[in-house]
């Protein structure tokens, strides 16, 4: 059984940063594309960022520019930087595997504000 866990949100000031980590248990995690999703009060989840097993990395285009994402193979572990934060950014921030979506992690709250 898979189990994810998301670790890293808090609260930051615009422009600031924060890497936020995911833990993917399961032999699957190394053949499997992951994506960071994040949902804002009263909007509908979002695909973020993903990357596939191979380490093809695509973006949505609010964040281009401002976050990476990568992952750790050997720790079965996916990041994601953000940079330059903005208060558009505040979300629960989730990750999961594309095209073999498991059960949600609790999510990391991401807050940006002064």
């Known amino acids: 059984q898979v189990q994810i866990v998301e670790s890293g949100g808090g609260l930051v000031q615009p422009g600031g940063s924060l890497r936020l980590s995911c833990v993917v248990s399961g032999k699957i995690f190394s053949i499997a594309a992951v994506g960071w999703y994040r949902q804002a009060p009263g909007k509908q989840r979002e695909l973020v960022a993903s990357?596939?097993?191979?380490?093809?990395?695509d973006y949505t285009n609010s964040v281009k520019g401002r976050i990476t994402i990568s992952r750790d193979n050997a720790k079965g572990t996916v990041y994601l930087q953000m940079n330059s934060l903005k208060p558009e950014d505040t979300a629960v921030y989730y990750c999961n595997l594309l095209g073999i979506p498991q059960n949600w992690g609790q999510g990391t709250q991401v807050t940006v504000s002064s």
């Open positions: 990357i596939s097993s191979g380490g093809h990395t």
